[in-house]
């Protein structure tokens, strides 16, 4: 018989728990640094769990995923430059135009495969980064500072910084139920089916590319919506939120987590962006640990946090 | 007229310096089948030695071949120590090791040489411009980064495909264990490619570090670079290579003079300004992404499996 009480769930039970009651301490010591570090995890970690999408079980190794965290941003920082603050014109028009990128960049990348596909993503998401860059009218190098959050009429205002978190929380599990929802439907099934053997799926019948690309898509727009918030939480979109660095990172997460796990992203960016806090607080240079740490996960810990976890039982 | 030249000299000579990188990126690959992110960190690394020697020792030569050695050293150690370890590992593996030596290595260069960049003075035999044709000056620094970098290509080749090493390169390349087994010590000869891969990616760094700076993360972008170049290439074909690399040295530097300008006959003159700089920067991308629908395996395919 299947038990639920695994270390594995009381791990992501925690995790969860503590995502939603941190607002009730931070607003009773003010701890306003606490919550936006973490405003930064949840949406980050929205970020992972579109990319484990493809990444973990689509087996599309993308290398440019950041790019939607961009395109994303840039829709509200722009708009909110030209005077649109509406946030009811602002979040749709971001979530289509990360679509068609996607839509775009998979329509292309998707017919070729394995290590072309990792340089084909990464290709598209560097022309994309110097389209930023070569922005003038909207700070190109040094970025754009948003004046006002996406507007959603008086009841519901993002410049409530729990309100903001509480926000960020729901897309967050939103995503990770949509996944869960998306990878064990029929469509999930091909998709991974796909991943594991791409010509059986084709001989039986399946054009496995339309799949691929939905699901591309998919996990893009999902990504554009985390850029949204990151444009709306740091007041503040640059070229170097996509910074291939940064879809980098975003792997990282992913492959740290847990690929093709619900919940490993999720762990995964909240490890990550937490050893980052604390490394940089050790040493000015902790990249320097943070490069021979990851070469170490990649060679003995295959699998992730979430592999570790599931392996460690108390029978 | 006389800028066209000086234009195409220049793209000529970055499509060289891409060469120097992508040959080892694509050696690396179609050998070991290794994607290596941190081959721009090697590239680098060649950039800060050869500021570093040539300062140290007064003279260039001396200098450059210092760094050259010690690149091809390092290279070594990284392959040693690390990237032994991920062969046959999927290529997401490799993306992930190399990418936390590439964080390595900019903050060891941040940690060793500080976050300033480094300048790389050149001797006054180099430091001057010479006529090419009556009344078309270059600079003889950027004629001799062609001319070596030429020398290098041909003396690659040459190894390659007509040394007993290049034959036990290429054979390793389509079978491993049958070389392996005919007594051949696969394990060196992998480690001595990566090496000579790393010396090439060094010495490209190097030669641009005159032009430019040595930086922390300069190995980046023209890392990407490299890579778009040995997609229109195809991945492990050295010939592919050094085609592709011309041709987006061409493109980017002849793109990046005139696009503007051509932008100016259709657009006006804020359109084009506005336009200009993000189409020519998008310009190798879009020549990438042709190409890779015409053929999505590159220009030549290597037929190495």
Redesign the interface.
């Known amino acids: 018989m299947k038990t639920w009480l695994t270390p594995r769930n009381f791990v992501v039970a925690a995790l969860i728990a503590f995502l939603l009651l941190l607002p009730l301490y931070t607003s009773s010591t003010g701890n306003y640094f606490l919550l936006s570090l973490f405003t930064r995890i949840v949406i980050l970690a929205m970020a992972a769990t579109s990319l484990n999408l493809i990444?973990g079980y689509g087996g599309m190794?993308s290398?440019g995923h950041a790019v939607y965290l961009g395109v994303g941003g840039y829709t509200i920082g722009i708009l909110a430059y030209e005077g649109v603050y509406s946030g009811w014109l602002q979040w749709p028009l971001a979530i289509a135009l990360s679509a068609l990128v996607a839509l775009i960049i998979g329509v292309?990348s998707l017919?070729?495969r394995?290590?072309?596909f990792?340089?084909?993503t990464?290709?598209?998401a560097?022309?994309i980064y110097?389209?930023a860059?070569?922005?003038?009218?909207y700070g190109g190098d040094d970025g754009l500072t948003i004046h006002r959050r996406s507007q959603f009429g008086d009841w519901f205002n993002l410049n409530n910084k729990t309100l903001f978190y509480y926000v960020c929380v729901v897309f967050l599990l939103g995503t990770v139920y949509l996944v869960y929802r998306l990878v064990n439907s029929r469509f999930g099934r091909v998709v991974q089916g796909s991943r594991s053997n791409d010509r059986r799926m084709r001989a039986i019948g399946f054009a496995t590319f339309r799949y691929k690309l939905v699901c591309f898509v998919i996990a893009g727009t999902l990504c554009g919506i985390a850029g949204a918030l990151l444009a709306n939480h740091t007041d503040f979109v640059s070229p170097s939120m996509m910074h291939?660095?940064r879809s980098?990172d975003l792997?990282?997460m992913v492959?740290l987590g847990g690929?093709g796990s619900i919940f490993g992203p999720l762990i995964g960016a909240f490890v990550f962006l937490a050893l980052e806090e604390l490394l940089s607080s050790i040493t000015e240079?902790?990249?320097?640990l943070?490069?021979?740490?990851?070469?170490l996960?990649?060679?003995y810990a295959?699998g992730g946090i979430d592999g570790m976890l599931s392996r460690w039982r108390r029978d | 007229m006389l800028l066209f030249i000086e234009q195409c000299l220049n793209g000529l000579q970055l499509g060289l310096l891409l060469f120097l990188l992508a040959a080892g990126l694509t050696l690396v690959f179609g050998i070991m089948d290794l994607v290596n992110l941190a081959h721009g960190s090697l590239y680098m690394l060649g950039a800060y030695f050869g500021a570093t020697f040539t300062a140290l020792t007064g003279d260039f030569l001396t200098g450059i071949l210092l760094a050259l050695i010690c690149t091809w050293l390092v290279g070594m150690a990284i392959e040693v120590i690390a990237l032994r370890k991920l062969y046959g590992r999927d290529h997401l593996d490799h993306v992930l090791g190399t990418f936390g030596l590439l964080l390595f290595f900019n903050e060891a260069v941040r940690l060793i040489w500080g976050p300033a960049g480094l300048n790389l003075t050149l001797p006054s035999w180099l430091n001057r411009s010479i006529e090419l044709l009556p009344g078309v000056p270059y600079s003889s620094y950027r004629l001799s980064i062609i001319v070596v970098a030429l020398v290098v290509a041909f003396l690659l080749y040459f190894l390659v495909m007509r040394t007993r090493i290049g034959m036990l390169i290429r054979a390793g390349a389509s079978n491993r264990e049958m070389v392996a087994a005919l007594g051949i010590n696969i394990k060196l000869l992998y480690t001595l490619v990566f090496g000579l891969g790393a010396a090439l990616a060094g010495l490209a760094g190097m030669m641009q570090a005159a032009i430019l700076t040595a930086q922390i993360g300069m190995g980046e972008n023209i890392l990407i670079l490299a890579f778009v170049v040995i997609i229109i290439g195809g991945i492990g074909s050295i010939r592919g290579a050094f085609i592709a690399a011309i041709f987006v040295g061409l493109i980017d530097t002849v793109g990046r003079a005139y696009l503007p300008d051509l932008l100016r006959l259709f657009l006006s003159p804020s359109g084009a300004s506005t336009a200009g700089p993000a189409l020519s920067s998008m310009l190798i991308y879009l020549v990438m992404a042709v190409v890779l629908i015409v053929r999505p395996e590159g220009l030549f395919p290597a037929n190495a499996k």
């Open positions: 990444l190794v290398f292309l017919r070729t394995g290590v072309y990792i340089m084909i990464l290709a598209f560097q022309m110097y389209v860059l070569a922005l003038d009218r291939w660095t980098g792997i990282v492959v690929m240079y902790w990249q320097i943070l490069g021979p740490l990851l070469l996960v990649v060679l295959r």
